[in-house]
């Protein structure tokens, strides 16, 4: 039987100490931020590191990085991970839910989220990346008709660009996503020198979200 509930309490610098050994081991190195770069971030209050833990044992069993932007209402999560031997209790789906019920900034609009695309060979990264677009689907979450790029040292990295709407949200107009986009490209990735032609790269090709979204990523 899985868990049903999770509390979710804001970190500190000290927590991020904590967290970064286990968050280098979570994510591709390429989707990594270096902890000075994170350590910065939070210091300007609108990125932050969530903490899950299990009400009852009080054990920490993942967390969150989001970022809350300054006009829109809505959130970008960074990253999302639950602890290896926390994994398949519902504590991942129940952090999420949390997630969409963010009220710190006003938020009432959805949740963006980069998910890696899959890779093309069979094999136990590509289940792993495949489970993890399910598990988003599963929630709610719409992919974008976006050909987004995680701006990274190397260069774009092609990712999936996805959307939790609240309820009341049925169109995401482009004018939206190309402002969270060139917010987070901004705020997060100011470590990235070359980040403004990587933006400049898919800019132009965004499109409105969600009301036909389903139709274009067949």
């Not at 920490?60 to 990253?79: H, K, N, P, T």
């Not at 789906?93 to 963010?102: I, N, S």
């Not at 976006?146 to 169109?171: A, H, N």
């Not at 060139?182 to 790269?201: A, G, N, Q, W």
């Amino acid at each position: 039987m899985g868990v049903t509930e999770i509390e979710i309490v804001e970190g500190t610098i000290h927590d991020l100490k904590k967290v970064y050994q286990r968050f280098t081991a979570d994510f591709a190195s390429e989707e990594l931020k270096g902890y000075e770069h994170l350590k910065l971030l939070m210091s300007k209050t609108r990125y932050k590191l969530l903490l899950a833990k299990d009400p009852i044992t009080n054990e920490e069993v993942g967390y969150a990085f989001i970022y809350e932007f300054d006009r829109l209402q809505s959130i970008w999560l960074d990253y999302m991970a639950i602890d290896d031997q926390f994994r398949g209790s519902g504590y991942g789906a129940l952090l999420f839910k949390k997630l969409t019920k963010w009220k710190q900034n006003g938020f009432s609009g959805g949740i963006f989220i980069e998910v890696e695309m899959p890779e093309e060979k069979e094999g136990f990264t590509r289940e792993n990346q495949l489970r993890r677009i399910r598990f988003y689907e599963r929630l709610g979450a719409k992919r974008l008709p976006i050909p987004y790029q995680l701006p990274t040292k190397d260069g774009g990295l092609p990712m999936y660009l996805y959307f939790w709407p609240s309820p009341d949200v049925e169109k995401l107009p482009k004018e939206q996503i190309q402002e969270a986009i060139s917010e987070v490209f901004h705020y997060i990735h100011s470590d990235i020198k070359h980040k403004d032609y990587i933006l400049m790269e898919f800019y132009t090709l965004i499109e409105d979200g969600l009301l036909y979204l389903d139709r274009l990523r067949k």
